[in-house]
Every structure is written in C-alpha cells, then in structure tokens.
C-alpha cells in the first residue's frame, strides 16, 4: 500500500513552479518601468532645446522689431522721440513678454507632464508587484490542493480496487 499523499508535498511542487514564475513576473514589471521612465526623462533636453528656441527665437522678434519701429519713426519724426513711439514700443514689449510666460508656462506644462507620468508609472509599477504575490499564493494553493486531492481520490479507488479484489479471492477461495 502507498503511503498517503502528503499536501506539504504538492504545495511544495507549487512552489518550484511558480516562484520562477512569480519572479520572471516582476522582473519584467521592473524593466518596464524602467524602460517607460527612462523615455520619458529622455524627452526633457528636448523640451528644454524647445523652450529655449523659442526664447531665441522672441528674442530676434523683438530686437528686429525695435529696430523697425525705431528707424519708421526715425524717418518720419526726423529723429524725434514721440509719445506714438513709446506706444508702438509698449506694445511691442507686452506682447513679448506674454509671449515669453505662455513658453514658460508650455515649457513647465510638459516638465509637470513628464514628471506625473513617471509618478503614474511607479504607482503602477508597485501595484502590479504587489498584486504579484496573492496571484502566485492562489495559483500554488490551487496547483497543490488539486493535485493533493486527485492523488487521494486515486488512492482510495486503489483501496477499493484492492478490497474487491480480494473480495473477488476470498469467495474465490470459499
């Protein structure tokens, strides 16, 4: 007769088949995460390339335009400063400068943006490995107590097997 199955057994069976498993799992989460955290920071130089093109760019804007507007009224002032002209330039000036905070704040904007998604990715990372272990726990308890109770189910129809047999000798004999 077989000795009877032990679930200690299964349970341990579980486990040599589902910690690589559980560990292949998380590794991989890890590199993901890496991987989509390491792309994302990958795109700050160039929103700072951007940002500062752009600044360069409202730079040039304004000197040529306080050339243009200083040499229009020049010509038609006769070199005299006017009032129209300190206006002509205010203006200039005001629309520069917001021009400058709405690329500042664009710029910001995709910093913040970049910033979160990572966050969100790291959040999502420790999640999904901390929904790793219930998953392998309920995959191995699964695997042995199935198991376990086949193999006992297997056993006792061997029992009864073995008994009507004998039975069967038994009267044979009789």
Do not use: W
């Not at 390339?49 to 010509?75: C, E, F, H, M, R």
């Not at 129209?84 to 000036?93: I, P, V």
């Not at 021009?99 to 990572?118: D, F, G, H, P, V």
């Amino acid at each position: 007769m077989q000795p009877a199955p032990q679930l200690s057994d299964y349970q341990a069976a579980a486990n040599s088949i589902y910690q690589p498993q559980q560990q292949a799992e998380a590794t991989s989460l890890a590199a993901t995460n890496a991987t989509t955290k390491a792309t994302l920071q990958s795109e700050v130089p160039q929103i700072q390339t951007d940002y500062q093109s752009a600044i360069d760019k409202l730079t040039q804007s304004v000197t040529d335009q306080t050339g243009q507007i200083n040499q229009l009224y020049s010509q038609r002032l006769g070199g005299n400063f006017s009032g129209l002209q300190g206006n002509a330039m205010g203006d200039m000036f005001a629309r520069a400068n917001q021009q400058q905070s709405i690329i500042s704040q664009t710029e910001a904007n995709k910093l913040t943006a970049i910033t979160t998604a990572q966050g969100n990715a790291d959040i999502t990372y420790q999640a999904d490995l901390s929904a790793l272990t219930p998953k392998y726990q309920s995959l191995e308890a699964q695997y042995a107590q199935t198991n376990y109770y086949a193999a006992v189910k297997a056993q006792q129809a061997q029992a009864n097997s073995d008994r009507t047999y004998n039975l069967d000798v038994y009267k044979a004999n009789v």
